[in-house]
């Protein structure tokens, strides 16, 4: 049975307002998996001390999102508020460009997500930079970005290869589409038909979480974005 766990990131729905996501998650959708996302390095601090208090009970997924971008000196702060991330059991997605000392991130385990990257990038974008940051950390696991992978190679032979090649430590997907920017918006019809040919039937228990930007967006669009996401999922090959 291949994966139905669809849900969104916070920053998504609401740049920099977890709480307000969240609220409209729970209100409105009947998602089953959500992100928290921290992606800016002052966002950590305030999101993690507030972990407790979040209503979270009812989603099957839960992940969280590291800083994306924070200097080589503030690794330490970065990673001493994650601990309690990781004591609430949950994934923690990190961008490999900001893993400065990877001995420092081994106490993760399993629970460390790494995610490929776009071209803006000198690392993580293809199967081979992924495996050389596996060597150096071979508990973590992998978050496929497929809108990071299109953007690449829009033949799609990376997407596929970072799939097939990575298969066995794929924890979480992110969805979305980039524009010429890089920034991660609504998907249009022939992005939703590029991802429809991936074999999502071999995902079990793997969850989708939209990252497409849809802060400006009315509710019906976000509504529109799960739908479809969960249509494509379904697709047969």
């Known amino acids: 049975m291949h994966s139905t766990i669809t849900g969104f990131s916070t920053g998504a729905l609401e740049r920099g307002d977890y709480r307000r996501a969240l609220d409209w998650l729970n209100d409105s959708t009947d998602a089953e998996a959500v992100e928290i996302s921290a992606l800016r390095f002052d966002e950590l601090e305030p999101t993690v001390r507030d972990l407790e208090r979040l209503k979270l009970d009812r989603f099957r997924k839960v992940s ?11 690794e330490e702060a970065v990673l001493g508020w994650l601990r309690p991330v990781f004591e609430c059991g949950w994934n923690i997605v990190v961008h490999p460009d900001v893993i400065y000392t990877p001995d420092r991130w081994r106490f993760l385990g399993r629970q460390l997500l790494i995610e490929n990257m776009d071209r ?19 508990e973590a696991r992998f978050c496929l970005d497929v809108a990071h992978a299109r953007q690449i190679d829009t033949t799609l032979t990376l997407l596929f290869r970072l799939f097939d090649g990575l298969f066995d430590r794929i924890a979480e997907i992110h969805i979305s589409e980039l524009d010429s920017r890089c920034r991660h918006i609504q998907m249009s019809g022939m992005a939703i038909s590029d991802y429809q040919s991936l074999q999502w039937e071999r995902l079990t228990n793997v969850p989708v979480i939209i990252e497409s930007m849809l802060d400006q967006c009315e509710p019906a669009a976000r509504i529109e974005e799960l739908n479809l996401t969960r249509m494509l999922i379904a697709t047969k090959r």
Do not use: N
Not at 64 to 74: E, G, R
Not at 120 to 138: A, D, Y
């Open 64 to 74: 969280f999102h590291a800083p994306s971008s924070f200097q080589s000196d503030q």
């Open 120 to 138: 803006r990038k000198p690392v993580g974008r293809t199967v081979c930079e992924m495996e050389k940051i596996f060597e150096l950390l071979p």
